[in-house]
């Protein structure tokens, strides 16, 4: 008896240039024929708002699929799994904005870790949609975030900043809105896992067990362990792994830290450990990376065969 084929969800990593909070990708380049030759969903490490200004298909959500037009606005949190196809053979204009509510809500409130927490888990939680016409406030913001990205002007950071605060709220507030509200815990998919997922990006740091990570996900462990292996192409240990060498990249590259703190930093209680998962992912050592990381993004973003740079 033939046993049906677990779909493949890929996993993009995007990064925000340095001294911004958001990654914008606006203009033609994104007038495109989406979902060609794609079979799978990805899901990325950072939120996604995306805004359809031509075209029309299906954006797909996990296990559900939702007709998309112009002027319709979509916001993917991290760690969602999703795609968008148009219509076949026709081509659809979408403008996206990448960033990390979690980052802008530091350092709008660095004195208010509990506030900070409550709201980066209500935009977190599911994905929201609005068809042209609907939450009018939120599509004006996201238009102003991306005409700023697109003719800097003096004070364009702090304007940027202001106006992400602005979307963040909205999303929040929109989390009780009964037309989109689901339980998580009772759909399918990768949605099984999603909560573990969370829970790594917020603790790699940390020591991470593998029972917790099956109980937040109300499995048993040896199921939670297939599930997780099935639908990421890694084990959690893997991805656990891979997470704390993103990690440490960013601050090898952002700080003045020792390679000791790095490690500590992200998780590793020993710099041998922390030398040999690095080697392990990157090709190389943390010191060489260091002083040639240009050389060995692409080895980063290319950790596993379904683990890739965002566009």
């Not at 994104?30 to 075209?55: A, K, P, S």
């Not at 998309?68 to 993917?76: D, E, P, Y």
């Not at 979307?167 to 929109?174: D, E, G, Q, T």
């Not at 890694?234 to 891979?242: F, R, S």
């Amino acid at each position: 008896m033939s046993t049906k084929k677990k779909p493949e969800i890929e996993f993009r990593y995007y990064e925000i240039p340095q001294g911004e909070q958001v990654l914008a990708l606006l203009g033609k380049e994104w007038v495109r024929e989406y979902g060609t030759g794609l079979d799978r969903q990805h899901f990325h490490n950072l939120m996604e708002i995306g805004y359809c200004i031509d075209g029309d298909g299906d954006m797909v959500f996990d296990d559900r699929e939702v007709p998309f037009q112009s002027g319709m606005l979509t916001v993917i949190p991290k760690n969602y799994p999703h795609t968008t196809n148009s219509r076949p053979h026709t081509k659809s204009y979408w403008e996206y904005i990448f960033f990390n509510p979690e980052d802008v809500l530091k350092d709008i409130y660095p004195d208010n870790r509990l506030f900070v927490q409550k709201i980066t888990e209500l935009v977190n939680k599911k994905e929201q949609y609005y068809m042209d016409g609907e939450n009018t406030e939120l599509v004006a913001l996201v238009r102003l975030i991306m005409e700023e990205c697109r003719n800097r002007k003096s004070y364009s950071i702090e304007s940027i900043r202001g106006m992400l605060l602005a979307v963040i709220m909205n999303i929040a507030r929109n989390d009780t809105d009964s037309r989109k509200m689901e339980d998580l815990r009772i759909r399918g998919g990768v949605h099984q896992i999603s909560e573990a997922l969370e829970y790594i990006e917020k603790k790699y740091m940390e020591e991470i067990k593998m029972e917790d990570l099956a109980e937040i996900c109300s499995l048993s462990e040896t199921h939670f362990r297939r599930l997780f292996t099935e639908y990421m192409h890694m084990t959690p240990v893997e991805y656990v792994n891979l997470i704390r060498v993103q990690q440490a990249c960013e601050l090898m590259m952002k700080s003045r830290y020792s390679m000791e703190e790095v490690a500590q930093r992200v998780g590793y209680t020993t710099i041998s450990t922390f030398n040999r998962n690095f080697r392990k992912i990157i090709g190389t050592s943390p010191y060489q990376y260091k002083k040639s990381s240009g050389k060995y993004q692409e080895k980063l973003r290319k950790a596993h065969v379904l683990t890739r740079e965002g566009w």
